[in-house]
């Protein structure tokens, strides 16, 4: 590389910056208040784990991990990948952390990158972020509809709008060989017209196919079998169990019996939220149940279920009602060295009070500190020369409509608590 060579972020990886990052807060902020009331606990775990973790539990023949893991060998000659998702990392935790020896149900919620070397387009980034939860120990529909029904809470509380909730079963392991083999028998006559990948699917996970965005898949599998026809009693009691938790707690929703997800660890409910303002990348939720992964991973028979919220997605709907810009409570203008010192004791105390306070630059004049208020759109002006150290008192000036008075300086916290 030369030495002008600049760097920029790498492809599918992006800064996130102020303005932005005021949305991203809030959004993230709100996760927590939601979660909080519905008793998610938070956990972080690393953000790489060994690679068979997810070969394991997201399926080996699965996009994520045939084409889009971050796999490399540590110094230790071990295989390491990033986390593309975070339920397996949060499932291992469980399992390794004997979280089933506490009261059930267990519910807990993260938040951070994930990682996909995916081909990146509007809303599909290579390192992109989730807020994810994920709840153990409780089989019935009600937590289904807990769950489910926190998710929604949460993205009418960031003012998300014109969302729609689809959701579908895909039954368990007692139910899903006779549907596998129906779609099998269904495709048997068709196999020439698939997509390649389809055709390989056929052969390892038949019901990808469903979920094929191929023109000429689509129409081959048209008047397919439906896996809500082939669930077993437990399963098909579940779903109907949950679409009526979900009517009592009014969460409108649309049963979707083609949808499957690119994950094979999920069993029984599956869901996904999606947006009509967002281009082809338009699901900013999505999560389901997976029954058998704790046991799978060393753990006793734990019935679970999650979801995780596209960040990206989320902020891109948000940002066209425009980011808040937070602005200086203060700005501290200041005549004279005596002023100055007095002003950095005042300002102090503001600060641990809490507010948001600016000093001007020292030795600049009255007519440029002002003028940096006015820069920076600070609330408040505070101005303190000589005079005003005499009698104990301080000048204020509202920038918004230029209101202005004096106070006395033991007063101002309290002048400025009850105006911001
Ligand atoms: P997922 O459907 O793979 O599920 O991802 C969940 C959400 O993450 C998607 O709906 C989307 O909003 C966002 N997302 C996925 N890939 C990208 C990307 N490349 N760029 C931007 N956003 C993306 C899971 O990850 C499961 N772990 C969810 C879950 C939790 N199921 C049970 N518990």
């Not at 066209?320 to 501290?332: I, K, N």
Request: aromatic share 10%; net charge neutral; with cysteine.
């Amino acid at each position: 590389m030369s030495s002008s060579e600049r760097y920029t972020a790498l492809k599918g990886m992006k800064d996130i910056m102020p303005p932005e990052i005021h949305i991203w807060q809030m959004v993230e902020r709100a996760a927590r208040d939601v979660f909080a009331s519905y008793g998610l606990m938070e956990i972080r775990p690393p953000i790489a784990e060994a690679t068979s973790l997810f070969t394991r539990s997201i399926g080996e023949n699965t996009d994520i991990v045939e084409k889009e893991m971050y796999t490399f060998t540590d110094k230790g000659g071990r295989s390491i990948s990033l986390r593309p998702e975070g339920t397996a990392s949060v499932v291992r935790c469980y399992v390794e952390h004997h979280l089933h020896t506490l009261p059930a149900p267990q519910k807990y919620f993260y938040s951070g990158p994930m990682f996909r070397y995916e081909r990146p387009q509007s809303g599909r980034q290579r390192q992109f972020y989730q807020i994810g939860a994920e709840a153990f120990g409780s089989a019935g529909p009600a937590i289904d509809a807990e769950i489910i029904s926190m998710l929604m809470r949460f993205l009418q509380k960031i003012g998300l709008e014109g969302l729609s909730f689809q959701i579908n079963s895909i039954g368990c392991r007692n139910c899903r060989p006779a549907y596998k083999e129906a779609l099998l028998a269904f495709f048997s006559g068709s196999l020439d017209g698939l997509c390649p990948d389809c055709s390989r699917r056929y052969l390892q996970n038949p019901l990808r196919i469903l979920d094929c965005k191929v023109p000429r898949c689509r129409e081959l599998r048209k008047g397919a079998p439906k896996i809500t026809d082939y669930l077993c009693k437990d399963c098909g009691e579940h779903f109907d169990g949950l679409l009526k938790l979900l009517e009592v707690l009014g969460v409108s929703h649309t049963v979707e019996p083609d949808m499957v997800r690119g994950l094979d660890y999920y069993t029984k409910t599956i869901f996904e939220v999606t947006s009509n303002s967002l281009g082809s990348q338009n699901a900013v939720a999505a999560g389901g149940r997976y029954d058998a992964l704790v046991k799978e991973f060393g753990g006793p028979d734990t019935p679970a279920i999650g979801f995780a919220v596209g960040m990206e997605r989320i902020i891109e709907l948000l940002k066209t009602a425009g980011a808040p810009v937070p602005v200086p409570d203060v700005f501290f203008a200041y005549i004279g060295m005596q002023a100055f010192r007095e002003s950095l004791i005042i300002a102090d105390r503001l600060r641990s009070a809490g507010f948001w306070v600016e000093l001007a630059e020292a030795s600049s004049s009255l007519k440029v500190q002002m003028r940096r208020a006015d820069r920076h759109s600070a609330k408040y002006v505070l101005i303190l020369g000589d005079d005003e150290l005499s009698s104990g008192s301080i000048k204020w000036k509202r920038l918004a409509d230029s209101a202005q008075g004096e106070i006395p300086i033991p007063d101002i916290e309290v002048f400025l608590r009850e105006r911001l």
